[in-house]
């Protein structure tokens, strides 16, 4: 996938867990929490494979922190930082 701004990786998270993850009427926005919207664990893994599949970035275990994992803002920094660092 070419190189995405971190908008647009924020946009293609957003839009993943809005149309996989969350019930219809149900959408969340950038900021809002994963956990307080409801989403779980199986729902968090179809999200980091969403992540591996689209940015070609895997999220390991050490950084499944919430400070990476929080939110798709928060997720999509994390891509952001690690697809400009080489990480």
Do not use: H
Not at 23 to 34: H, W
Not at 36 to 65: C, H, T
Not at 71 to 84: E, K, N, P, Q
């Amino acid at each position: 996938m070419p190189t995405c701004t971190l908008d647009e990786i924020v946009i293609g998270i957003v839009r993943f867990v809005n149309t996989e993850i969350m019930a219809s009427g149900q959408a969340i926005a950038a900021a809002d929490r994963f956990d307080l919207a409801g989403v779980d664990s199986m729902a968090l893994l179809k999200i980091l494979l969403f992540v591996e599949r689209e940015f070609g970035l895997w999220v390991p275990e050490e950084d499944l922190v919430i400070g990476n994992v929080a939110s798709a803002a928060a997720l999509g920094g994390y891509v952001d930082r690690r697809r400009r660092t080489g990480d």
